[in-house]
């Protein structure tokens, strides 16, 4: 009775499935008249989000991202940083790039005087430079290497002598090692001891 029972409900499982769509099965292809053609691919959009921690019921860090299928991605990832802010970014990434924007713009502190000259300085070295490079005709000055300070000249000089003096050791070393040496075989008897 229950091979009976199995054999009715292969049957009708059987006779189910020529009635379904199994254009899926052919890879995207669908037969028309003996003619093969493929589909588009259908969108794959999605979401995810998740939030973690460095330990147990704490969250510092979170991302989560959103893209509609056709290649346009919008989210954001927060974190914790070395000051203990939360820091935000917010992006949207397509064909074109990708574009962060930090959503949370840690207040600048008073600028002092001297923060003041040291930009203004900064700035006005840049336009010069800027202006330099902006007229291609100028020719190129090539950079000249550094020179050694006094101290680095006598670090240097120092340190030659002692490569000298360590370089000698080590000659006289090694011509002491290769007399004992040929001393040793020319006292040495040859045993034929094979």
Known sequence: MQRLEGIAILVV?????GYCDVSHLLGGHVIVEEEITTLPPPPKPYAFSYAAGRRPGHIDRTHSEVSDGSGVVKGSFSYVDPRNQV???EYVADAHGFYPQLSHIPKSPQQTEAVQKAADRHMALYAKIAAERANPHQPVIEASLPRDTVAVSKAKDRHFTLYEKIAQEHARIAAEREAERLAFEATSEVNDLH
């Open 87 to 89: 820091r935000t970014v």
């Open 13 to 17: 499982l059987v006779s189910s499935v």
